[in-house]
Each structure stands twice: as structure tokens, then as C-alpha cells.
């Protein structure tokens, strides 16, 4: 039987959020490695101009970022395993956070091919 797709029943907020903090763990200017192995705090977290705001060579639409900013997403996020939190400065994510398929990378983070 194949694995199955959010085993943790993330709600979609969680799962937007969740992603996007995997991305920003992927970025020298928002991430330093944990204190634990296999971890990454993310910080500086980024404020929308307009409807979105730039990850790296990434653009995301401000409404698919909102719960960057509510606590009670990084609550869940927590209570799950995926992240520890220090809302609203910074989230420290887990391995199994950093591992999570969310499924979502490719429709979130929009890439213009120049």
C-alpha cells in the first residue's frame, strides 16, 4: 500500500505555511542550522509588497502566505512535531518538518523562467 498524502491531516493553511517555511530553511538569508541535528531555524521572515513577495528566485502570492503571521498555525505546526515555535520571530523546523511533503512546492512558489 503506497505511503499516505498528509499522514498528519495538515489543513491547507498548514500545509501553505509548512511550505513555505521549507523554503525559507533553504535560504542562506533566513535560515542558520539548528541546535539539534537535522534541524533549521528560520528567521526574518519576509513582508509582502503588494499581493506578494519574493523567496529567493520565487514569487508567492501574499493570500498563500497568511499563516506566516497567525499563531494559531504554528500552534498546530507545533503540536505536531513539524516545528518548535517562537512566533512571530522565528520557527525552528524539524526534521520531520524539513521532510514533510506537502505536495505544494510547485503550485506556492512561482518561478519565471528568464
Known sequence: ?????????LN???????T????LAQLP???RPGDEAGTVRVS???HPHGDHFHLGDAAVAARD???LG???VWVALERKGLIRSAFPVEALLTAEGLGYDTGLADSLLHRANH
Open 70 to 72: 497567525n499563531p494559531a
Open 65 to 67: 502566505a497568511t499563516g
Open 29 to 31: 538569508d533566513h535560515s
Open 1 to 9: 500500500m503506497p505511503p499516505k498524502k498528509n499522514p498528519l491531516n
Open 44 to 46: 526574518n521572515l519576509p
Open 12 to 18: 491547507p493553511l498548514q500545509l501553505k505555511t509548512l
Open 20 to 23: 513555505l517555511l521549507q523554503a
